[in-house]
């Protein structure tokens, strides 16, 4: 049996950006194109609840550029 060792959070910021993409545009929804379901994302807090974040974010796996899903995408809404 092989052994697993937690990763540190450092560790996933060191990847090869090499087969990165810019997926920016439509919101990418749950997952990148890769698999991934992890994104980086800048975010601001308020009282200890994200207050807002900015829809650019990156796949943690590839690199990705990506579009963030919102709750208005999640509903089908127009912001027109």
């Not at 560790?11 to 994104?39: H, P, Q, T, V, W």
């Not at 709750?71 to 089908?76: A, F, S």
Request: charge should be negative; include cysteine; charged fraction near 25%.
């Amino acid at each position: 049996m092989t052994e697993q060792n937690p990763k540190e959070i450092k560790d996933l910021f060191k990847k090869d950006y090499s087969k990165a993409m810019d997926l920016r545009g439509n919101s990418i929804g749950d997952f990148c194109l890769c698999g991934s379901e992890l994104f980086t994302a800048i975010v601001a807090f308020e009282n200890g609840e994200i207050a807002f974040y900015f829809l650019d974010g990156e796949c943690v796996n590839c690199g990705s550029l990506v579009t963030l899903p919102t709750p208005i995408d999640d509903h089908g809404m127009d912001c027109d």
